[in-house]
């Protein structure tokens, strides 16, 4: 899922082209992706676009009259930028916004169709979309730590809450995690104070760089790849790979669709954590130390 660094840049991009332009047509190809029916969405039409911005990890396209046009990308959402009267791609198209400049279009990769488009109007129905996590590029170290202890989890979890902080998501708690020299198991209240500061600082900087990074790879484009495993990522998607700290293997936590990625080195004191599924079933092989991977 498109996490803060991607969405923040999209909003920028997509301000920079259209910002202050009519929004000529509204294309709906999947109805499905369209989760509202009032206003209904041709009333778009005709609108000038005021400018795009990130709530969480959705982005708010704001026009005329107060409405506000929510997307949220879901795990394979991704938007296009293309030119005046170019073809739509393919089965994976859900909406096209036709601008004066080119055309934003909506797409989703896959079957599972949960990707979502909602239209409201006013400040009121937006709050709605907003679960209120703390915008931490924009909060102080006291606000981030009663954000972090007011709940106790796993600092995976922590991270990763869009109740708590805002645009996190799996690859860039694994980056920041990383970085802190923390586990993803730790729960918060266990934290000290110094583990604590390390980690607000670990996600400042995490964010920011990425963003920054990412920024500069589309320059005056749109961000054409779009994805959670990143070259020059630390240990996210990295299974295996030695960690660019250490030299460890990279190892891995497998629950469902997801996965936390971690070096036990760096992070765990040497600890090889449990996979749920895997170490159940290899039970006394299953390597406790790096030591034994090794």
């Not at 396209?61 to 170019?86: I, N, T």
């Not at 606000?143 to 809450?161: C, D, P, Q, V």
């Not at 190892?251 to 159940?280: K, M, W």
Request: aromatic share 6%; with cysteine; net charge positive.
């Amino acid at each position: 899922m498109p996490e803060l660094p991607d969405v923040t840049v999209y909003t920028e991009r997509i301000g920079a082209l259209a910002s202050g332009t009519l929004l000529q047509h509204v294309r709906i190809v999947n109805p499905f992706v369209l989760r509202t029916a009032v206003p209904p969405i041709a009333s778009l039409e005709g609108r000038r676009l005021q400018g795009a911005r990130r709530l969480g990890k959705r982005i708010v396209l704001e026009f005329d009259d107060d409405l506000h046009l929510v997307l949220h990308l879901m795990r394979a959402g991704r938007l296009r930028w293309l030119s005046p009267g170019a073809k739509l791609p393919g089965k994976m198209t859900l909406a096209a916004l036709d601008f004066e400049a080119g055309s934003l279009v909506f797409t989703e990769a896959g079957t599972k169709r949960r990707a979502s488009m909602h239209l409201v109007v006013g400040d009121a129905a937006l709050a709605a979309f907003d679960a209120g996590g703390l915008e931490v590029l924009e909060a102080d170290l006291a606000t981030f730590a009663a954000r972090l202890r007011s709940e106790n989890h796993t600092l995976k979890r922590s991270l990763t809450a869009p109740h708590l902080m805002s645009g996190i998501g799996g690859a860039y708690s694994d980056e920041i995690l990383h970085r802190a020299r923390l586990s993803p198991i730790a729960h918060s209240k266990d934290l000290g104070d110094d583990e604590i500061e390390r980690l607000y600082h670990a996600v400042r900087d995490v964010l920011t760089e990425w963003t920054v990074r990412l920024r500069d790879e589309t320059g005056r484009g749109f961000p054409e790849k779009v994805t959670a495993f990143r070259k020059g990522m630390a240990v996210h998607g990295r299974f295996g790979e030695p960690c660019p700290v250490c030299g460890t293997p990279v190892q891995r936590i497998v629950y469902a669709d997801t996965e936390t990625n971690y070096c036990p080195r760096c992070q765990t004191a040497g600890r090889v954590l449990a996979d749920r599924a895997l170490s159940r079933l290899l039970k006394s092989s299953w390597p406790r130390s790096v030591d034994e991977l090794e």
